[in-house]
Structures are given as structure tokens and as C-alpha cells.
């Protein structure tokens, strides 16, 4: 929400040539940036792809015609990469979309995956601690980087 409020701002800014006071500088680290440059397009469409397809067969690649698992090398290839694959047992051709939820999905992986983040985000609000573990760095940091951010809004705020 607080991120909204301040694109809006800045965007009117822009526009408008409203007061420079309302104005802010942006730095490398600024959230306003970030909330303006923010989307799918920064996460990897392989990695994504391979996230998404694992959630969707969680037993493992099979066919959704006879069931059977796959065993080939280049049919697993294609499965895993999201392209068509045929099943050596039944011969139905299909791909690891094929009557799952995404059937008929247009996005990229990478969308499905954003979008999954944020939808979860919006009802489970990350803790200190959870951030932590995404980024990979301890407790300590993550409130090191907490009021450091905060120091650099406060002083752009009042230039
Ligand atoms: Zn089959």
C-alpha cells in the first residue's frame, strides 16, 4: 500500500511539475525504485519453470493418459522444459500443463511464479525471519538493512 502511495506520488510529480519538495532522489536501493522496476522479467524463466512443474507433479513426471511414469531420457527432457512430450506406453502426447490447473495458462513461468509470491505475501505478510531465509543472510542483517533503509528514506524525505 505504502509503496503505491509513493509511485503515485512521484508519478504525478513527473507529470504535473507539482512541488520539487514532493520530489524524492532516487538511490540504488530506494523502495520507490523498486516498486517502479519490480516484475517477472527479474526472475530466471528455467528456474521458474522448474519450480512450477515440480509443484504440479509432485510424484514425479507420468503421463496423464495411462499414468505411467516416464522413463526416457529425451521425453523427461521435454517434459521438464515445458515442451509437448509422447508417451512410449500410450503414445498420447501431452505436456506437464497438460489437465493440470495452467492447462490452457498463457504466461511465462516466470509470471505464474511471481504471481504465486505475491499472492501468498498479500495473505502471509513475510516475518523478519522469513525474509532472512530468502535471502539468505541471518536475523541480524536483515535488521542491519531494516533501519539502514529506513535512515535513507528518512534523509531523502527531508531534502
Ligand atoms: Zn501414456
Do not use: Y
Given at each position: ?30 523502495i520507490e525504485e523498486l516498486s517502479r522496476t519490480f516484475s517477472a522479467k ?24 495411462c499414468n505411467v511414469p516416464l522413463q526416457d531420457k529425451s521425453t523427461l ?83
Amino acid at each position: 500500500m505504502e509503496l503505491k502511495e509513493n509511485s503515485t506520488k512521484t508519478h504525478n510529480c513527473e507529470t504535473q511539475g507539482e512541488v520539487k519538495t514532493e520530489s524524492r532522489k532516487s538511490t540504488p536501493f530506494f523502495i520507490e525504485e523498486l516498486s517502479r522496476t519490480f516484475s517477472a522479467k527479474l526472475f530466471d524463466e528455467d528456474a521458474c519453470r522448474q519450480w512450477v512443474i515440480g509443484r504440479l507433479h509432485l510424484d514425479g513426471a507420468r503421463c496423464p493418459g495411462c499414468n505411467v511414469p516416464l522413463q526416457d531420457k529425451s521425453t523427461l527432457a521435454n517434459f521438464w522444459q515445458g515442451k509437448r512430450c509422447c508417451c512410449k506406453s500410450c503414445g498420447r502426447w501431452f505436456t506437464a500443463k497438460t489437465r493440470t490447473f495452467l492447462q490452457g495458462m498463457q504466461m511465462e513461468f516466470r509470471q505464474v511464479f511471481l504471481l504465486a509470491v505475491l499472492l501468498d505475501l498479500m495473505e502471509n505478510p513475510p516475518t523478519p525471519e522469513l525474509i532472512a531465509r530468502f535471502v539468505g543472510v541471518s536475523l541480524n542483517t536483515v535488521s542491519f538493512w531494516h533501519k539502514k533503509i529506513k535512515v535513507v528514506e528518512v534523509v531523502e524525505n527531508e531534502q
